[in-house]
């Protein structure tokens, strides 16, 4: 418990030291839920195939065109087996090893609507895997298509003659790219992901329409994910888990949050989780066997959240196969 009191007060002082102003990407609350949404390195980490559905909707009963994202997304590892037969020229059949079980892959097919702006599209992800001794150190590539689009139904403008008016309902294709990395021990972890590599330009319309939107630029993203897991002495069935994420945009706005989780016998976990922006959610968790079943709920006491009925977030996820025997201290809630 020392090692809680010493480390929250840096993750508090880092998050609060940080303010965000303005993110492109979607955000989640139960980041700790599934971090290959944020981190390609996570993909196959634990050796298991996971699905993994999301849905999220922000500022309930503000207006009927808020903030939401779906998605489904995939992973898994390529396990290597013991031995392999092989059989040479001679017809003589020789015992090899095969691939050390480094490679895991991952796919997420999304729809994201913000306001007018609609995102749609997949990402497939390439992660390899190195043992350090006990711990793993994780590398992840991903490369992102996905058609850009502003909603003729949802943009209302001012100004009819507004340059923008040309590329209303008009849609085009990025291409995006990103990378992460993951160090992870029996006990904590930390990782770093850069999204929007490419800050691609989205140009949407033909030239001349273009001009009205040039400042419509991707900006790249960074995330810095870490957390701890405790088990008091007094009890082997509960577990304290620390963690916190921070968002850092090109123009320097930062978000953060900062959660205190506890996990009751591996199977119910509870929650709170601090945002920068002013926001408190609550969290809640449910295994059954191999299937996960996550809430989480947001109000915020300042700014649009405090006119709405808060955001709302539900995530379902799905473990196939046993854990490998050098993975099975990854199988974390």
Do not use: C
């Amino acid at each position: 418990m020392k090692k809680l009191l010493t480390i929250i007060p840096i993750l508090l002082f880092l998050n609060i030291a940080l303010r965000s102003e303005a993110q492109q990407l979607p955000r989640f609350s139960q980041y700790y839920f599934n971090e290959f949404l944020i981190n390609p390195a996570i993909a196959g980490y634990d050796g298991r195939t996971i699905v993994n559905l999301s849905a999220r909707k922000q500022w309930v009963g503000f207006s009927d065109n808020t903030p939401q994202t779906a998605l489904v997304s995939a992973q898994t590892r390529l396990l290597k087996h013991p031995f392999d037969i092989r059989t040479k020229r001679s017809g003589q059949r020789i015992y090899e090893k095969r691939s050390e079980g480094r490679v895991g892959l991952g796919a997420i097919v999304y729809n994201d609507q913000n306001g007018a702006i609609h995102r749609t599209g997949a990402q497939f992800t390439y992660a390899y895997h190195i043992f350090v001794r006990d711990n793993q150190l994780s590398f992840g590539l991903t490369g992102n298509l996905f058609q850009y689009r502003i909603s003729k139904e949802d943009a209302v403008l001012k100004n009819p003659d507004d340059p923008l008016n040309g590329v209303i309902g008009k849609s085009t294709l990025v291409p995006d790219a990103a990378l992460g990395f993951n160090y992870m021990t029996p006990k904590w972890h930390v990782g770093f992901a850069a999204t929007q590599l490419f800050q691609s330009n989205l140009k949407i319309g033909n030239n001349a329409e273009f001009q009205a939107t040039d400042d419509l630029r991707l900006r790249r993203h960074y995330f810095i994910l870490a957390d701890y897991l405790f088990e008091p002495v007094s009890s082997t069935k509960w577990q304290i888990e620390p963690s916190t994420i921070l968002n850092l945009n090109e123009r320097m706005q930062v978000q953060a949050d900062i959660t205190l989780k506890a996990i009751y016998d591996r199977k119910y976990s509870f929650g709170l989780s601090a945002r920068t922006t002013g926001d408190f959610i609550v969290l809640l968790g449910l295994r059954y066997k191999d299937y996960y079943f996550g809430y989480s709920f947001d109000y915020g006491l300042k700014g649009i959240s405090s006119y709405s009925y808060g955001s709302h977030e539900i995530t379902i996820a799905a473990k196939f196969g046993d854990t490998a025997r050098r993975f099975r201290w990854l199988d974390r809630y």
